[in-house]
């Protein structure tokens, strides 16, 4: 299966800036999803994103505040923008490694203050 | 869309008894049914999945059971080990379009083990 690196592992930001995470994969794949889980509650899908095509969002998830990139096969970028301290999550990226097999990242811990 | 419900939110257990975790899903065109294990400051794990063709699937001391007609699937975990504590999470998959298989997933179960 694949091993998904994500960066960084935890941050603590201001209000009102942006914070850009990074997900690389070791292999090729062809889809990438990005995942927000509040704290104490499960997983939430925000996007789903595909190489050279934009990031289809989930209900209640905008671009605007969740720009994704998708530059190649191996490697997706979310950036949380604007943040505010509702936006203090774990946020994971995944990717399906076979038919409805996923495998994540080990999360990115953002706390805004 | 599909929502998975997913019981209890908390479970306590002695060391080598066994824990049973229970889901049920709402679209019966789900047919991918994955349980995965987080661990604090992790990601989830796969720990075992099922499809909609197979009724039971089991790997060492975890099985998981679906019952397509009522549409639920459970979890067990038997000989439970301290290791075993964590935060369990069922979820409920389709294809929705393509190879794309979207997850739904329940809301966890905090599984403690007491030694």
């Known amino acids: 299966s694949a091993v998904i690196s994500q960066k960084p592992s935890r941050d603590i930001c201001q209000r009102g800036t942006s914070l850009t995470i990074q997900c690389q994969v070791d292999?090729?794949?062809?889809?990438m999803f990005w995942y927000r889980q509040q704290p104490g509650q499960s997983l939430t899908l925000i996007a789903t994103?595909?190489?050279?095509?934009?990031?289809?969002?989930e209900s209640g998830f905008v671009i605007d505040k969740f720009p994704i990139s998708r530059p190649n096969l191996t490697f997706s970028t979310l950036t949380v923008s604007n943040m505010s301290p509702e936006d203090s999550s774990i946020y994971l990226c995944?990717?399906?490694?076979?038919?409805?097999?996923?495998?994540f990242g080990s999360g990115t811990r953002l706390t805004v203050v | 869309g599909e929502n998975v419900e997913q019981h209890p939110s908390t479970l306590s257990v002695q060391e080598g008894d066994s824990a049973v975790i229970k889901c049920t899903y709402s679209?019966?065109?789900?047919?991918?049914f994955p349980w995965y294990k987080q661990e604090l400051g992790k990601g989830p794990q796969l720990i075992i999945d099922?499809?909609?063709?197979?009724g039971e699937k089991k790997d060492q001391r975890i099985a998981v059971t679906l019952n397509k007609t009522a549409k639920h699937f459970s979890l067990h975990i038997t000989e439970t080990q301290p290791e075993d504590s964590a935060v369990y999470f069922c979820?409920?998959?389709?294809?929705?379009?393509?190879?794309?298989?979207?997850?739904?997933f329940g809301k966890g179960t905090l599984l403690t083990v007491n030694p």
């Open positions: 292999s090729q794949v062809t889809m």
């Open positions: 679209d019966s065109a789900s047919n991918y």
């Open positions: 979820a409920a998959s389709m294809n929705s379009g393509g190879s794309n298989y979207k997850l739904t």
């Open positions: 995944s990717v399906e490694v076979g038919t409805g097999l996923h495998t």
């Open positions: 994103a595909n190489q050279g095509s934009e990031a289809t969002y």
């Open positions: 099922i499809r909609s063709n197979v």
